[in-house]
């Protein structure tokens, strides 16, 4: 900043302001302030305007790589997940509508395995669902579906012809007892963080009675302490090894399906839960990782649902919102948040889940890196991210030079009327 009422160094109006804080000028800090004068003089030379756009884009890209960190949380929730936009996207996305399909074609099923961004994608792409079981809350899991998440009035549903698609948690065992061709796609998720956002998306509690007339209250349970219990039958059932049950056999806990060859508490043998998991996977027509939504999500468009009823920037901004939350995606955010010791027991209840993902990474995806923090995925995606960064700087600095001509116009027209 130059002061008009001395000679016009930035030094010199510092020295004038100094004595007001009553903070003498130290020797070294004005040698610091004469070479910033002398980069500001620099500035202004022809080669200036460049040196300056790069400092611009310099701020401009910590900014934004500090923003996302600090905000994609409350922006993804606060703003994104609000639900004035969730109405506005199920009003919209449940226009969708399937074309007809002739005798004998095959069933579509959605083989939701929780907490894989399916009810999201299921928005913008596949609403036109007859059958949607895909409810995660507790309260449901003890009084509708306390058995299997196939009710036998899906059942019925599922082999009329006229249906088209079903949607649910629904198990190998459930989908064994639908007898039509059916065409499986299904979405993983690495097992920890699956189980982790579950955690956070329910943030359970334990009730308390209220002693010598004190109201009862709710405490929330830790992380370690709600994945895997197996005295807690919504936690066994969402989070013990759940993934590879419900695709190799049956995930609910009781085990009380008629159909069911086991209940987790006299489990066959792990390799043998494993094996059919495995051979599920291997026979789905679609099997896409919640970490490669963007890729994933509109080749599932392509193949699944390309003639769909649907406006087309229903699905084009869910695939778009998608890239923006890359980092999202394939940064292993929830376990970030947690000690060795923490993970160290949640993977100890995620052995089979471990070791089915593991293998699904290697038969489908053996390019997916994940990464352990937001810092380490920006330094490997370093030119991809300087791109995106380098568009957004130009179209921001585009516009803001579009807005200031507007208002310099408006300014001279209402000179030139005056």
């Not at 302030?33 to 701020?59: D, N, W, Y």
Request: aromatic residues 12%; charged residues 20%; contains cysteine.
């Amino acid at each position: 900043r130059r002061d008009s009422a001395s000679d016009g160094s930035v030094a010199t109006h510092w020295q004038r302001l100094a004595p007001r804080y009553a903070c003498p000028m130290h020797p070294r800090l004005f040698g610091h302030l004469q070479r910033l004068q002398r980069l500001s003089i620099t500035l202004e030379k022809p080669a200036g305007p460049l040196l300056r756009a790069l400092l611009r884009f310099i701020v401009f890209s910590a900014a934004s790589l500090l923003g996302y960190i600090l905000l994609n949380e409350p922006i993804e929730h606060g703003i994104f997940k609000s639900s004035y936009l969730h109405q506005y996207w199920e009003r919209v996305g449940f226009q969708a509508k399937l074309p007809d399909t002739g005798p004998g074609s095959p069933l579509i099923v959605f083989q939701h395995v929780p907490r894989t961004a399916g009810d999201a994608m299921r928005t913008h792409l596949f609403a036109d669902a007859q059958v949607a079981r895909s409810n995660p809350w507790p309260d449901l899991l003890r009084d509708v579906y306390n058995r299997t998440f196939l009710l036998d009035e899906d059942i019925v549903t599922a082999t009329n012809e006229s249906t088209k698609l079903i949607v649910g948690y629904f198990s190998r065992q459930d989908l064994l007892r639908i007898n039509r061709s059916k065409k499986v796609f299904v979405f993983l998720r690495h097992p920890v963080e699956r189980v982790l956002s579950v955690f956070h998306f329910l943030k359970p509690g334990l009730k308390t009675k209220g002693v010598n007339g004190t109201p009862p209250s709710n405490r929330f349970i830790n992380a370690t302490t709600f994945v895997g219990n197996a005295s807690r039958p919504y936690s066994c059932t969402f989070t013990l090894n759940a993934m590879t049950y419900q695709l190799g056999d049956h995930q609910h806990c009781a085990g009380v399906m008629p159909t069911a060859s086991h209940s987790r508490i006299h489990p066959p043998e792990n390799s043998e839960v494993l094996a059919r998991a495995k051979r599920t996977l291997e026979e789905a027509d679609f099997v896409g990782f919640y970490e490669t939504l963007p890729i994933d999500f509109w080749e599932l468009r392509e193949r699944f649902f390309l003639k769909v009823q649907l406006p087309y920037y229903v699905p084009f901004f869910f695939w778009m919102a998608t890239y923006l939350a890359l980092p999202r995606l394939q940064v292993l955010k929830f376990s970030a948040q947690m000690t060795q010791e923490e993970l160290f027991a949640i993977r100890g209840k995620l052995q089979l889940d471990m070791e089915l993902w593991e293998w699904a990474l290697q038969r489908f995806k053996p390019d997916l890196v994940l990464y352990p923090s937001y810092q380490s995925f920006y330094l490997a995606q370093l030119p991809g991210v300087l791109v995106v960064l380098l568009i957004c700087f130009c179209l921001l600095t585009g516009c803001s030079r579009l807005v200031r001509w507007l208002l310099n116009s408006m300014d001279r027209g209402k000179g030139a009327r005056a």
